[in-house]
């Protein structure tokens, strides 16, 4: 049978021969993983998502979810594939042993959760628990610990982020919410918050509200914000459930996508009784809700990156088997083909596979370097991938917001009329997918937080060691007779970036063009994802190149040549694009800045 | 109140002040219409489509159509709306008045259109029975003519167009549905349909259904088809209604989008009893059908402006409402701003305005040359337009369908979360949108027209006007100061385009070459679109600067600066990204058509 929802051969391209992650396995840390082990554990993931998480997907949007006096029901569908992944701790698999999870190295969950984020919504109510549990672990005092992180980590309970209000949604210095401190030490809270993910459902016996919200006097802006844990019901001291809480789901949005995923309007404290307990200091609820802000960035550019990797997919098989026209070229008489034979339905998919391949290696390099900068032996291997860590997270999570639903679009398009109709999963997808170019910030967001903080820190040091990083690739692949050719033009599409980046950065800082400057800010974050899909590209190219030179077998071959040719088709294609955007880019055009409010539209 | 929909100066800008079509007035076959009564009529276009049309999108989306025994019900408020449309004759603005509509030059009817359109589904229901009815005023007999189209035109009977089936998508030579020769003449039917728009509903009191079909021993392939008319019910001698034809609604499509359109599978001769009337002579089908087809796609380009104009408009009009943080650079202290204000939603806002102008005018330019080309005085003027006509057709129905897409999609960008509920109206639109990629030939089928028939024709005669046309507007450019810069880039760019069509045209005339060259098609026709849109906005430039030296009054100087400032963004910022597309073209990559099958994904 095909492959479906992700490509098993090219996720172990990746994490074996492209990043060689066999000898971070070394690393005491996974003592107890060794490659067969991961291995095992991604089989058996990738079965219990094909089997048992893929068809609750189109059930899920179809159903979506209902809500009846303050209680949500979710999909019928989801209880069983939600107990089955609860019970065999697949929510809690790179979560760390200390935590009470399985401890997995990440480039094994994350490949894992490639296929289950498919069904974004179902993974939601499972997982969002962690994170809440990491704020918990890591900010909470002893007593919070032991109550509430063991239970969220095996999604016994569920866990929630409550940030947006009507009138702070990029903006969380405009939040109202207020807390009222209680004689007891305890809190009152008061307010309402949208689009909270999983706040209310009858997934989990309890759900566990991180709540961001102003103890009352405290500064305005952003300084004034502290986070409290609220309860669903309040947890009582043997670790029984108590109370009903005084926080309530007063509505669920009807979205574009991700329909099975409850988006919550909550409101706290209508009856005066809402209970909240501060977590860490006062007026420290934005530091410690941002030190979870790159995990979320990373687990929204996987779940772009599995739509985009299913819809692929599907988009291949279904061109291996439509049989629709002749071959270009032949009579009249001639049969009809699979249209995988017709040059532009190859020259789209072969498009489509650059970037899923490209952002799958991008992912995966990130990642790394966040597990580097964990178990670096030396401060400057720390460093180096610390830097690129914070330098690419706005990136990945925005390039593959952008490109993946490009990929879903395009996965329509193969299959043509049938597309547009619920009978096919890409229809979802394109849907679903296009949620992640919004939440958890953003792209205009992330292309702020990229210029306005990722390239000046420390006078762009993370900037410069990327493109030493990506020179390194490219001179390896110089030194290679199939690849002499591509790496010259990735050579230059790589100066060109540095370039460009010069130019905006000191725009940046020009009190008279910092607008102009921020005006180019997702541009120039796109130009430095294609340079990244170029170099990740090329990077598989050599080490495609070099397994060919080793006696591979006929299969192999096959695969190794796709890397090359895809490679090829990439850098002679698209990058020379991507070159004319940084001209583009570098003529600083200030027609954004100088059109009069009034002229976009007459009144 | 803000412009809703379209804007109406801009429209008026370009009808008027771009392309002057107050000459066209001057025909005698535009007797009746002077400037003043175009005027009134789109003000009242505009009016219906305000108050009438455009409350009726969203509920048509969440009601849908119920098939039940064969019965399409419509959503609730389209009845309302559907009569007063049908009364007023708005279905039939532009239909000849030598078959029974009222005449209006084609640049008004258009107009009216691009508000209209917004609600696709309920005037597809009102027009589709016009592209019926000419097509029986063109080939029926003096009887079928005087039986069918009066009341087709007047939309009291609706129409459709039964072409597709299961295996014959694309690919119409597969056709299978077949009909069998009676003794008075008329045919009996059989076979099954799909995809079939507005194929039974509860709107009109008859349908009138033209069908491909196979005369009984017809040659194969797209040489046999001949083309019947088969009404739901059929005909009596003297108008009225008689007996129900065996021709059946047996399903509805669940779409992506335009939800309100009923998508119908139908079934003819199940009980062995579908009557059908030749139309035009036997085995004429495809040619009788490829004439409507440029109607069709240019139907179809207008409805993706539509979408795009209407979804630009909802954009700048949240834009200027939503408060949001504080401006760039201010101190924390500042209060928060419009997001109208913040860099990056400017350049989004702006990038959305050159392609919604660029498109609007591409359109008008495209309409106008078929008007010329009937209209015109002379043998060389006809040819000029009818050949820049055929040659635009495919690319403003895929250019402006996948430019108008992205046009939405960063609308619903602009609003951020909100936009990603079915609370508003961009939701809805984004998959509206994706339709028109699809249909009336998906992109890539119009892309292989462009190479395959457009570019070639008469030695590429077409072309070579079309780049004398864009060089006449660079060369009145190039005389004014305030657009030399721009004319000289928009120069560089028409050249480059020559070169690349002339390496893609030459390689798909190559025995060796010719799939490669196809495999470049859909970015050949891309890139064309893109040098159209510099083009169209330069001469907008041109325009405006004209009339900025005329002493305007101080609202105009704001939009003809607003024009010049457009053009200048698109032709600094986005230009040179097409002119590395044209590279890319240029190097003319096999990866394409190299790649195994199998490489593409793994087995």
């Known amino acids: 049978m095909a492959q479906q929802l992700a490509d098993r051969r090219d996720q172990d391209f990746v994490i074996w021969e492209q990043f060689d992650n066999a000898k971070l396995l070394e690393n005491e840390h996974y003592q107890g993983f060794d490659k067969k082990t991961c291995e095992m554990i991604i089989t058996e993931g990738r079965k219990i998502a094909l089997k048992e998480v893929l068809p ?105 982020m409550l940030l947006t209000e009507p009138q702070a949604g990029s903006d969380l210095g405009a939040i109202e919410s207020s807390a009222k401190r209680n004689a007891d030490g305890t809190f009152s809270l008061t ?26 006097g405290a500064p305005a802006g952003t300084k004034g914000i502290s986070i409290f844990i609220v309860p669903k019901y309040l947890v009582k001291d043997d670790g029984t459930i108590g109370a009903r809480n005084d926080i309530w789901c007063t509505g669920v949005e009807h979205k574009h996508g991700i329909r099975a995923s409850a988006t919550c309007s909550m409101t706290m404290g209508a009856k005066g009784e ?20 790159n995990g979320a960035r990373m687990h929204t550019a996987l779940q772009a990156l599995a739509y985009g990797s299913a819809s692929y997919l599907l988009a291949v098989n279904y061109a291996r088997e439509r049989i629709q026209s002749r071959e270009l070229g032949q009579p009249a008489t001639a049969p009809p083909v699979a249209i995988i034979h ?29 597990e580097k900068a964990k178990l670096a032996a ?22 593959t917001a952008n490109r993946s639903y490009e990929v879903c679009v395009q996965a329509m398009q193969v299959y043509g009329g049938a597309g547009y109709t619920q009978d096919y999963l890409v229809e979802q997808f394109v849907r679903d997918c296009k949620i992640v170019s919004i939440y958890e910030g953003t792209c205009g967001i992330q292309a702020a937080d990229l210029l306005g903080r990722k390239l000046p820190m420390n006078k762009g040091r993370a900037f410069m060691a990327l493109l030493n990083e990506m020179t390194k690739t490219v001179n390896q692949a110089k030194e290679m007779d199939a690849l002499k050719e591509l790496a010259a033009k990735a050579e230059k599409q790589v100066a060109k970036l540095g370039e460009t980046a010069m130019t905006v950065g000191m725009n940046a800082m020009d009190p008279k063009k910092f607008k102009t400057a921020f005006a180019h800010s997702l541009p120039l974050l796109d130009v430095i994802g294609d340079t990244l899909m170029t170099w990740m590209l090329l990077w598989r190219a050599v080490t495609a190149a070099k397994k060919l030179g080793l006696n591979a077998n006929k299969k192999d071959v096959a695969f190794y040549n796709g890397q090359i040719t895809t490679a090829r088709f990439f850098i002679k294609t698209v990058v020379p694009a991507s070159i004319g955007k940084m001209m583009g880019i570098q003529s600083m055009s200030t027609a954004a800045m100088d059109m009069e409010s009034d002229a976009f539209a007459s009144l």
Chains 1, 2 share one sequence.
């Open 56 to 160: 609750t997907i189109r059930e899920g949007d179809l159903e979506g979810v209902q809500l009846d006096s303050g209680v949500v029901t979710t999909p019928q569908s989801f209880k069983r594939a939600f107990e089955l992944l609860r019970d065999n701790d697949w929510g809690n698999l790179s979560v760390p042993k200390e935590m009470g999870g399985q401890g997995a190295p990440h480039f094994v969950g994350t490949t894992v959760d490639e296929y289950l984020l498919s069904n974004w919504p179902l993974i939601a109510y499972l997982t969002t628990g962690i994170g809440t549990a990491g704020m918990i672990h890591k900010y909470g005092t002893e007593e919070q610990r032991k109550k509430y992180v063991p239970k969220l980590v095996t999604s016994q309970w569920a866990g929630t």
């Open 191 to 216: 307010g309402n918050k949208i689009f909270i993910t999983a706040g209310e459902h009858d997934l989990a016996e309890n759900i566990i509200h991180p709540v961001l919200a102003r103890i009352e």
């Open 274 to 293: 809402c209970r909240g307990y501060l977590l860490g200091k006062e007026n420290q609820g934005l530091p410690i809700m941002f030190n979870m802000m």
């Open 342 to 370: 017709h040059p532009d339905v190859r020259r789209n998919l072969l498009w489509m596979k650059s970037y899923v391949c490209g952002l799958r290696s991008f992912f995966q390099f990130t990642n790394l370097c966040s």
């Open 378 to 399: 030396t401060e400057e291997e720390r460093q180096l991938n610390s830097d690129l860590f914070e330098l690419l997270t706005p990136i990945v999570k925005s390039y």
